[in-house]
């Protein structure tokens, strides 16, 4: 753990310390913790029983419907047949072995939004993806090992950002983009992630880190008339984007909560595991959510509640973790997860605070709003058009509810790249269609999709508040 300091008290997410009168949007359940119960379909990836959800199925399509995998490939399956269908195909033959068309499946997890019976779909993708990718791939395969590249991509910018100038030059190099399509199969025709110069942890360090957080939360709690020993305490779940490649998201949360009062820490932290999930590296996945739910569950003991910046961070922690897998904490850390401006909407009056406020300066826009699919799974896909749509200076439009077609790593591979762009061609002609140019999405490959496909530039939700309530 980093510099946190262990202050007493605990912030009670349902009593929370600086209620404001509510913001109007108060998602039924934010935390789906409890609504995930481990269940597994595929016997020798655990110790699950995903039986009860697979019978729940009575096979009404409204998942394969919604699938934008299957709307551009007639090749996949869809949804019904990855998960309750192929479930049973296993249980009823004893050699079965799981179809390679889970690996065509982006994660994007819009079928469970779909299923009006609760099938848990997603478990059950990730689940047989993972026996496939461990029983099934072979480990010699250009695909296993251009999957494991792409999965664990914290590496790759970790080692990247030590020497940010070269990196982004040589990453987006034409012959040598080039080369990396022919030999394994990385698209050429995406521009790379530009890396700063300084990460988000180096920054966080720079300006002192949580005893400087604490001082000026105090600050603010002062300045607005609260309490000095305020329960006011969270821990930052950053995510690789924000740490190596667009820092100006971390920064801004650091400043709006702490101009609500709220003592920051930022605890060392691994890959949320979202592009394991997706390419069935559960090994992977799980190394990593050891060292999350370690480091979190110590702080939520300490009254800290876990927000994250990334919607998909946000969804792994809250949902994936405890579906996939058992570790000690791990439905504590879900309880308490939430996602950063869905948490400062429960406890705070973001909305009164917008009303007496103005934008101007750089994002004093138009913007063009895409919701990413995993925020539509955590109920916030209206959060941003709700918050921003009354604010002076500024304009929000919503690009409907299509999914971008990158789904992290998915539209980065190269048999894959036509199929991603040809299902974000909705969201494109939508944002082209509205009134601003600029966009804005909390995810950070949607982002990246959103630019790809327009040219646009993209803000998140937290740099737009800290424009409008702190600079
Ligand atoms: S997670 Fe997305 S891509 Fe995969 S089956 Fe479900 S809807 Fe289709
Ligand atoms: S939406 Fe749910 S109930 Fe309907 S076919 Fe798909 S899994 Fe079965």
Redesign the pocket.
Known sequence: MSDAESPPGVADTDSPAGVGESSGFEPEEPNTGEAFEPVDVFPDSDDFDLRPGAD?????????TSCPVAEVDDDFPG??FQ??EQWRLKQSEDDYEVDDSVMDCSNCMR?DD????G?P?SQMHNTARGEYVSEQLSKRSVEYWRNRLLANYRLSASIASKVPRLANFAMNFGPARWLMEKTIGVTKEREFPEFESETFREWWARRGGAAASRERARESRQRRGEPADADKKVAYFHGCYSNYNSTSVGKSMVRVFEEFGYEIVVPEQKCSGTPMFANGMLKDARRHAEVNVSSMSDLIEQGYDAIASCTSCSMALRQEYPELFDIDGIDEVARHTFESVEYLRIHEDLRGELASTEVDGELAEEFAYHAPCHARNQGLERQALELFRELDGVGIEDVGDSCSGISGTYGWKKEKYEKSMEIGDEMFEHMEDAEGDVGMTECPTCASQMEHGTGYDIRHPLELLSAALVE
């Open positions: 729940s199925c009575y096979k009404c399509s409204a998942c394969d949804p019904k998960g309750p079928c779909a299923c009006p019976s099938v779909l």
